[in-house]
């Protein structure tokens, strides 16, 4: 059984999930284990909207699927991750597919891959009701698909519960896997690049839905992405990922205004402006470090423009810089954040 970590007296206030420490790694030659997530911490109140952002590889998705013990069997997992007081981290499959489903909803990344193609949708949503409700017969599961269908706006519910996934367009799709995550009113959803491949008036559609959603629901949301657009619109926080660590955390509107990492200032950077400027589009130089390949001390120095020797040595443990909590020697002294002449400012200086 899932322990419970502390009383219900001890927990007026708790988040509703508690990361600390999580790391994972893969065995590699020698017996070393190579970590795509390196002591990862992250709290989710409950109703919150936690938007988790950077690069592709930077261990974002990979560290909610360990999270929720959906890592790859060859994967080590260690750390604590606790929801509503139950350790996660070690818990029997058998629990953790209990909770799944019933209290913590999945939106994964593909649908028409995450979808079953030779059963109807109908039967999939049915499914998903069935394992968590023992006992419930096949008219009442029909009755909630077809609310849950109408609930995630698509119409003629009755009759879109006999078709298959590829009779769906890739928004319906993504619409029907909203439903099932949410078929039994979890505390908490993990939508992982739940827009990726979809067309941006979609897009729009979809992340108005999941906020619709979370406030009629009460929902925790988790929103795994790579578009700061959608973070800046949807999330009440922010988290910053790169190389497998948080380096920087903030409210939306502090993360923004005035961001205390050069790796966030170089993301805000990166999007284009839309109104007007002529400047060249900037990209953070260089790329993120493979796995296994880290650079010593601070895992971004290399693309950095503010780095100084103490970074190509030490690696910077977190800080508090008003609201933000900063992975950065130097969180407490980079310039004020105006977006005048920004991407010359990031440009890499190569100075000790």
């Not at 006999?162 to 896997?177: A, L």
């Not at 790169?242 to 509107?253: F, H």
Request: glycine content about 10%.
């Amino acid at each position: 059984m899932i322990a419970d970590v502390t009383s219900e007296a001890e927990t007026i206030g708790e988040p509703l999930l508690r990361i600390r420490d999580l790391r994972v790694g893969f065995p590699a030659a020698g017996g070393s284990v190579l970590e795509a997530v390196r002591g990862l911490d992250l709290d989710l109140s409950r109703g919150e909207v936690l938007g988790i952002v950077g690069e592709s590889g930077s261990g974002k998705s990979l560290a909610m699927l360990a999270s929720l013990g959906l890592q790859a069997r060859s994967a080590v997992v260690s750390g604590s991750v606790v929801f509503k007081q139950k350790e996660l981290v070690g818990c029997p499959r058998k629990e953790m597919r209990r909770l799944r489903g019933s209290q913590i909803g999945m939106i994964f990344q593909d649908p028409l891959s995450s979808l079953n193609p030779v059963m109807t949708v109908g039967d999939q949503i049915r499914e998903a009701l069935f394992l968590h409700n023992r006992g419930l017969s096949t008219a009442k599961a029909t009755e909630r698909a077809i609310e849950l269908l109408k609930l995630v706006a698509i119409p003629q519910a009755d009759r879109r519960l006999k078709q298959y996934p590829h009779e769906f367009s890739g928004g319906m799709r993504q619409r029907v896997m909203i439903a099932m995550a949410i078929a039994n009113n979890p505390e908490l959803l993990v939508a992982d690049e739940p827009t990726t491949a979809l067309d941006v008036t979609v897009q729009a559609q979809i992340m108005r839905m999941l906020r619709e959603l979370k406030e009629k629901l009460g929902l925790a949301l988790v929103l795994i992405t790579h578009d700061l657009g959608v973070v800046a619109g949807h999330a009440d926080r922010v988290a910053v990922i790169y190389a497998g660590r948080v380096i920087e955390e903030a409210t939306v509107g502090e993360l923004f205004a005035n961001p205390r990492h050069p790796y966030t200032r170089g993301l805000i950077a990166s999007i284009p402006d839309l109104r007007g400027s002529q400047g060249k589009l900037y990209s953070i130089p260089g790329s993120a470090p493979a796995l296994g390949q880290l650079p010593p001390g601070c895992a971004f120095h290399p693309r950095c423009g503010y780095a100084k020797d103490i970074c190509r040595l030490v690696e910077p443990q977190d800080v508090r810089v008003g609201a933000h909590r900063s992975a950065c020697h130097f969180a407490a002294e980079l310039p004020a954040w105006t977006g005048v002449a920004r991407t010359e400012a990031l440009e890499p200086t190569h100075n000790g």
